[in-house]
């Protein structure tokens, strides 16, 4: 099966955040989705909670891209775990 590169790169946010959660021995990644009702269209966004600690996603996504969210809340929680003083 042949992947598309933004497929196979968002695998990997999630993919490595387990990693450093299994890694560190913190508790695997707890997804929540969450929605938000604009106009005539329902916005749909992502926070994971990394030991305790809610990361959210930094966009919202239409409801067919929503595994996107999963992937940008995984990418700020590793930026966050990685760089704790945000630069």
Avoid: F, H
Avoid at 35 to 62: E, F, L, M, Q
């Amino acid at each position: 099966m042949v992947m598309d590169a933004a497929v196979e790169k968002s695998i990997s946010w999630r993919r490595s955040l387990e990693d450093y959660c299994q890694k560190n021995m913190l508790q695997p990644p707890v997804w929540n989705i969450v929605s938000d009702r604009r106009g005539g269209r329902t916005a749909w966004s992502a926070t994971v909670v990394i030991d305790g600690v809610p990361v959210s996603a930094r966009y919202w996504y239409d409801g067919k891209y929503v595994d996107n969210a999963k992937e940008d809340a995984a990418e700020v929680a590793l930026g966050l775990l990685y760089n704790p003083k945000g630069v």
